[in-house]
Each structure stands twice: as C-alpha cells, then as structure tokens.
C-alpha cells in the first residue's frame, strides 16, 4: 500500500545528488583574483588573450593556481592578496591600452565543479559590501538639448529654402522664429508642419512682429525622457564594466532616478569617475597623401594625428573634424543588403544630415575615420572609403566583422555619452566588515530557526517529526542549488526569505502528521492511516501554497530591488517545499514502515 515504484527513489536520489552538487561552491569562499576585460569591441577574450596573460605573469615569476576565460573577461586565482596585488601591476603594464585591469573576488571552488557549471551564488551590496548611488537625471536638461538640436535643424533649413525670418532663439524647451510678415511666416509654418512632425505649434502678432512658437509635442516629450534615462542606464552598465565588478545592479526608478549597486568596490572616488565621466565621437578624413611610414618613424605631419585602426594598422587622421556625435540621434545594427555584411546604420538630425551631405560630396573616394574619444583616449571604430556623396541624413557603415561586432558599435555611437547629466542625489558606502557582520547574523538567524522547528517536530511527532526534518534539510538543500544554478545574487531580504521559507516548509508536513494522527483515532490501520494522512491533507497543502505563491509573484510584479528578490526566494521556495515535504518525507516512511505487512502501531 505505502510503497513508492523504484524510479521514484531514483528520481529523489538524483535530485539530491545535483542539489549537493550545485550547493557546494557556496562553502569554499573566495580567493583573490585579477580580471583582465577588453574595453573595445574588435577585441576579444579568447584563447590568445589567456595565453598572453599566463606569460606576463611567469615571466615575471608570479605564481598562479588557476587562469580562465569568463564570458568576456580573463581571470586569474592567486593564493593570497599580496601576490594579487603584484600581478595587478604587471598585467596593467603589459594591458593598457583597451583593457581593463582590475582586482576581484571569485570562488574558491574546485575546477571540477567550476567545470560543470556549479558556482556560487552573487552576494549583494549588503552582503558583500561596496557603494550605493543614487543617481537623479536631470530631464529639463535633455528636453532642452533636443529644443536646442530644433533650433539649429529649423535655422538651417529655413536658410536652405530661402525663407527669410528675422531671428530665431530658444526658450526653455520651445523654439521661437520671428518674420517681418504674415506670408512669409504662413510659409514657414507650412514647411516646418510638413518636415518637423515631433513639434507643435502656434502663431502670435505682437507689433508687426509675426512669431511661430514650436514647442515638443507630449508625447515626444515622453520619449526623450525615456530615451534619455535608458541610454544613461546603457551607458553607465558600459562603464561599470571596466570595475570588473560582479554582478552590478543598475536600475530606473521612478521616472528620472537611477539606482546604482556596485558590491566589492570600496574605493568611492573611483567609481565617481567611471560614472561621471564623458565621451565624445568625431568624424575626421584620413590622410593618405603622406608617408604613414614615416609617420610610425615619428615624422607625423602637423596638420594630422597617428592613430591605430582596426587589425593594428596605423593610420593618418585630419585633426580637422568634420562632424560630432552631438548630431547623431540614433544607430542601430542591420545588414548591408549588396554585400550581406554586418553594418551599423547612423541617423543624423537635419543639420549634420546637411554636413555630412557636403563632407562626402567633396571627397568621394577618400577614407573617413569615425573616432570615439573617451577618458583622453582615441579609438577609430572604423574608416570606411566614401564611395558617393550621402545625403538624407542616413548613414551606413559598413565593414563589421559579425552582428555582435555591429552591434558593440552601434551601443557606442549611441550611448558613448550621457544623454542628459546626472546628479549623485544619494551615496552609501557598505564596508566588508559589515557585509560580514550581516551575513552571520543571517546564517545564525536561519541556523537557529531551522534547529529550533527540529526540535519541536522531533518532540511532538517522534520518528514523523525525525521524517520531516529531513525533507526540511532537504528543502534548503534545494532552494540553495536553485538560486545557485540561477546565478541569483544573495541579499538580506534574501536570507530573510530563506528563513520564512524554512518556517513555512514545515507547515506540510504538519497538516499530514496531523491527519494522519486523526486517521488513526478514526481507527484506521496504520498503513491506512499513512496513506490517508498523505493523500487527503494534499488539497489543503496545495490551496494554502498557493495562495502565497500568488502574494509572492504580487511582489515580484509590483516590487522592485531587493522586494523583487524577497518574492524570488519565497516562490522558489514555495515550490521546493511542496516537493520534500510530501515526496521525500513520504518515501522516508515508505522506506520505514512500507516493507512491513503489519505495522502495529506509529511512532507519531
């Protein structure tokens, strides 16, 4: 009657041997480690960069216990954190130029489970320390810039069509055009209609001075905000990048605040100046009519720049700049329809759509280099030959070696700079020592919980109450694994919903002693009580779950931060509990009591 079929304690086997598995890197802590990441997008981490890093650091004569490539950087092990410091030192000697050297914490885990996949879970800002930014953008700053980019577009096209004004200016986030007449503002208002959709306008006489007021409409006004704070969101995440910092958190909230998590980095002023700082992008013409030989010699003309393009190629740049990023509104990656490559497509605003026009007018058949500059350092993205003169205010560069590539290069002709700048509002710095104060109070508070619920089952219940405990340890055993095959990052409110996951799990468990208790006051056999016990106490253990399980994804839906992580571990372990406290207490008792044909009487 009690007996389970035998690919049900397979099943139950295999799920406990996996759960030991994936929870074990959580015990082995951390080592000192150095991350080297690529900054730019035409370098990669790959098996030569590993190679290189390894030979700096013999050469040098630094031991080292493990070397890696982790998904688009290379870390290294050492044993201690002097000879971390050291290695630090080499490699930013030996990587300096686009690379990205920086000190890390990684597991201590055996390369067996590194190599399966096992790692440990994330700890958090509160956990692991590090700062905490507050960031607030400041939107009337971005709607003024696209009434300013407006201005510029409206001036210059009015110019082209010959449609005399008298002056134009901005105030605030409208775009004010005075005429001398009636029939010429009729004019203009006509073509401003027909070429500017995203504006709004009105007209106003005011002593023969005949206006047009353009002002955003609303629902543009909308989308530069939102644009404005996801690509600072892009932008800061690039930056961060080069801390090495694992798992950042960088989220919006509200509608113009950014909230910024950086866990293991304690130097403040550093991570200001990675999320402060600017970049600027610049087209220029290339310079073939000299010697690039005797440029690398040191002969670099005076009118040029020397600068190293793709592949490692040197290449002569014009310090004349054609055009700026500031005239760019959006790049996406896409394909070149003749030749099937990557390419990235670049969308101008009238005014560099114009500039642009002229610059490849005048130079077709020329190389034109597109630089990215940032932190004093210039990179050419690329420098593509101009096959015909351009206009519409749509480019296409083309050249890329793979859609990733393509879109590494659009993200940063996007988002190499701040759409709008940003104010620190709010700045917390969580030591180490605190994150470890934190995490043993969290890991006693769950200790003692669990050792307590022990208790009790085992005095009230017996041998039922020694069952249930088992499939308890078993429930954090899961829970642990899940979070760590998910990469979670650990938090307070995580060990918190740890901790009431613990003290709910035994909820099950006692609704079926209970019942089975009942049963066996109703005179039922043992083995009859048993399986009652389990069966009908079942409908109550699923309704009362789920009803958590739907406040728990109410969480994860309207909460953010670390409530979104609170409903993530409750959930999850919402769904382990139900699993151990009827299938693996169950076949504990099977085990027990279902191999005997009479069972007088239950030790419950």
């Not at 069952?467 to 650990?490: D, Q, W, Y």
Request: net charge negative.
């Amino acid at each position: 009657m009690n007996r389970f079929p035998l690919w049900k304690y397979l099943l139950i086997g295999a799920a406990l041997l996996i759960s030991t598995i994936y929870t074990l890197p959580n015990f082995y802590g951390e080592v000192p480690a150095v991350q080297v990441s690529p900054t730019r997008s035409v370098i990669k981490a790959d098996i030569t960069m590993q190679q290189q890093v390894e030979d700096e650091l013999k050469a040098a004569h630094i031991p080292y216990t493990l070397a890696f490539i982790d998904g688009d950087s290379i870390k290294v092990k050492f044993s201690n954190t002097d000879i971390q410091l050291k290695a630090e030192d080499v490699l930013q000697a030996r990587f300096r130029d686009g690379y990205s050297v920086a000190l890390n914490l990684i597991s201590a885990s055996p390369d067996w489970l590194t190599a399966i996949g096992a790692k440990p879970m994330n700890l958090g800002l509160d956990l692991r320390g590090g700062v905490h930014f507050l960031l607030q953008v400041d939107m009337p700053a971005a709607l003024d810039k696209a009434a300013e980019r407006y201005t510029g577009d409206i001036r210059s096209q009015l110019r082209d069509q010959k449609i005399h004004y008298s002056s134009i200016n901005r105030d605030h986030q409208t775009v004010i055009v005075h005429f001398s007449d009636a029939a010429t503002r009729a004019l203009a208002s006509d073509y401003i209609d027909k070429n500017f959709s995203d504006l709004v306008m009105t007209e106003a006489d005011a002593n023969n001075d005949y206006t047009i007021v353009a002002s955003l409409r609303a629902e543009v006004q909308k989308r530069t905000q939102d644009n404005a704070i996801q690509q600072n969101i892009t932008t800061l995440r690039n930056r961060i990048n080069e801390l090495g910092v694992a798992e950042p958190v960088i989220q919006q909230q509200g509608e113009d605040r950014v909230v910024v998590q950086l866990p293991g980095v304690q130097d403040t002023a550093k991570a200001k100046e990675i999320l402060g700082r600017t970049a600027t992008l610049e087209v220029r013409l290339v310079d073939e009519s000299h010697d690039i030989a005797a440029a690398v010699q040191g002969q670099v003309p005076f009118d040029d720049e020397l600068y190293t393009e793709r592949g490692g190629l040197p290449i002569l740049v014009k310090k004349t700049v054609s055009l700026t990023g500031d005239y760019i509104t959006d790049a996406s990656p896409s394909f070149d329809q003749q030749s099937g490559q990557s390419a990235v497509h670049i969308d101008l605003d009238s005014r560099g759509a114009r500039i642009f026009r002229d610059v490849t007018r005048e130079n077709v058949g020329k190389r034109m280099a597109i630089l990215l500059i940032e932190k004093g350092k210039t990179e050419v993205i690329t420098a593509p030959v101009i096959r015909e003169e351009i206009g519409g205010g749509r480019v296409q560069i083309t050249g890329m070696e793979s859609t990733q590539e393509a879109t590494d290069v659009a993200l940063l002709l996007r988002a190499g700079a701040l759409a709008a700048p940003m104010n620190i509002v709010e700045e917390r710095t969580v030591g180490p020592s605190m994150g470890a104060d934190n995490i043993a109070k969290g890991f006693h508070s769950n200790l003692w919980g669990f050792v307590a619920v022990v208790i009790f089952m085992m005095f009230y219940y017996r041998y039922f109450g020694v069952f249930s405990s088992l499939a308890l340890t078993a429930n954090g055993l899961f829970l642990v694994a899940l979070l760590s095959m998910m990469h979670a990052t650990l938090t307070l409110p995580g060990l918190a919903g740890i901790a009431l996951t613990l003290g709910m799990a035994i909820d099950a468990n006692v609704l079926i002693n209970e019942r089975i208790r009942e049963e066996l006051r109703n005179g039922n056999s043992p083995q009859a009580a048993i399986h009652a016990g389990y069966d009908r106490a079942w409908s109550t253990i699923l309704d009362s779950n789920i009803t958590t399980f739907i406040a728990g994804i109410a969480l994860f839906w309207l909460g953010s931060g670390p409530v979104r992580g609170f409903a993530v571990v409750l959930c999850l372990g919402i769904l382990t509990s139900m699993f151990s406290a009827v299938t693996i207490s169950r076949a504990l008792v099977n085990l027990t009591y279902g191999r005997q044909a009479r069972v007088a009487k239950l030790s419950i």
